[in-house]
């Protein structure tokens, strides 16, 4: 006779479904997403100014996944009438087309564009002209700065500061330093967030390296700074155009030779390292002619130093191409060119992302780009009217 207890327990196994047409529920593999059906966040948002009909009138945005793929920000593309950006995490500054005022934007949890604020900074000239330029912020976001064109005046070049005010990222000015014709690119900060150097070349005539201080409460003076050029070849001299500043103390610059007498170029632009002195801010360099590696983007438009400080991206009217950097010591190939479009600008975010814009081509690429290879994106690149400018919101 069965005992009652245990013909309860087969009655109640019998009334259950068997384990076969149970939903088999798998394990998961560890560090194994487990919700696979919810969206990852996006690694950056990426912004570029560009035309609709007339002039630079809206801001297309998009929010980038880890593979480097693009999706447009909902609402976008946003009014917006600026010729140059810069991003903190909760806003976007523009130099706005009408040539007297930068414009704020708050950017949304989603990517998401909204104007707040536009600040007339021409009247901080003490003149009707001059105009904000390139926008560019210093390492912690605290400080904005605008290369000021015929700011000083009404002639020369000046660079103005504004301090980001917190939580509201209102702009309250500090004022203008340095006054130079030769003023005529942003500036890039070393590690220490205390010099910032610039390089120009105007017409293959004159060139100069300079470099200004930021002091405690942001404001930027120039700084008088030594730069020697490497030696060109007889006959020759070296053109500087741009910098690029790493994590810690070196400083790209871009070179071209010239020919003295013809005042032609005479060959491809190289490649430069600077390492810079965190007492004074002076330049000292091991770079050669012989050691300088050759790029082949033709005219240099733009450089970018990864946020590794490990690769420098090169931009120009023939292309894009990478390099590998190393502190002081000179920069050695690593790519050919990625793209044969002229690219007018580059940016990096955080995860191996380089961004480049073609205003020529109307195309944004998307690399994804590492110690190991180099390739585009997926849905790279996209097409955009007569792109001007691009900025990157890039996550910790």
Not at 34 to 45: K, N
Not at 307 to 314: D, H, I, Y
Request: aromatic share 10%; with cysteine; charged share 15%.
């Amino acid at each position: 006779m069965t005992h009652p207890l245990k013909l309860a327990i087969l009655m109640m196994a019998a009334l259950l479904p068997s384990q076969a047409l149970l939903p088999q529920i798998p394990t998961p593999r560890s560090g194994e997403n487990t919700e696979a059906s919810t969206p990852l966040a996006p690694v950056a948002y990426v912004y570029v100014a560009g035309t609709k009909t007339a002039g630079v009138n809206q801001i297309y945005a998009y929010a980038a996944a880890s593979t480097g793929k693009l999706t447009s920000v909902s609402g976008s593309p946003f009014p917006g009438s600026v010729v140059s950006m810069a991003v903190t995490a909760k806003r976007l500054f523009g130099a706005d087309v009408n040539g007297k005022e930068i414009d704020s934007f708050s950017i949304e949890s989603d990517g998401a564009l909204k104007q707040i604020e536009s600040i007339n900074v021409q009247k901080y000239n003490g003149y009707e002209c001059g105009g904000p330029g390139p926008l560019f912020l210093d390492h912690t976001g605290a400080t904005l700065y605008d290369l000021d064109f015929d700011g000083n005046i009404c002639a020369n070049n000046t660079y103005q500061s504004f301090r980001v005010e917190k939580p509201t990222g209102e702009l309250n000015y500090l004022g203008s330093g340095g006054s130079d014709p030769w003023f005529d690119v942003p500036l890039s900060f070393t590690g220490n967030n205390i010099y910032a150097y610039g390089a120009a070349c105007l017409g293959d005539l004159y060139w100069v390296i300079y470099g200004f201080e930021r002091h405690s409460d942001g404001m930027l003076t120039e700084a008088n700074i030594s730069g020697p050029t490497p030696t060109a070849k007889g006959g020759d001299f070296y053109c500087p155009y741009l910098t690029a500043a790493d994590p810690t103390n070196h400083v790209a610059i871009t070179f071209q030779a010239v020919d003295g007498e013809t005042f032609i170029q005479d060959g491809l632009p190289q490649i430069a390292t600077y390492t810079a002195s965190e007492e004074n801010g002076n330049l000292t360099t091991k770079s050669t002619r012989e050691n300088m590696p050759e790029t082949e983007v033709v005219n240099v438009t733009d450089i970018k130093m990864s946020p590794s400080g490990k690769l420098l991206a090169v931009a120009g009217t023939g292309g894009l191409q990478i390099f590998h950097w190393k502190g002081a010591d000179p920069v050695t190939h690593y790519t050919g060119l990625l793209t044969t479009d002229q690219v007018d600008q580059s940016f990096w975010d955080n995860d191996n992302h380089l961004y480049a814009i073609s205003q020529a081509a109307g195309k944004l690429h998307v690399f994804t780009i590492t110690a190991t290879g180099a390739k585009e994106a997926s849905g790279s690149p996209y097409t955009i009217k007569n792109p001007q400018n691009l900025i990157v919101q890039t996550h910790p």
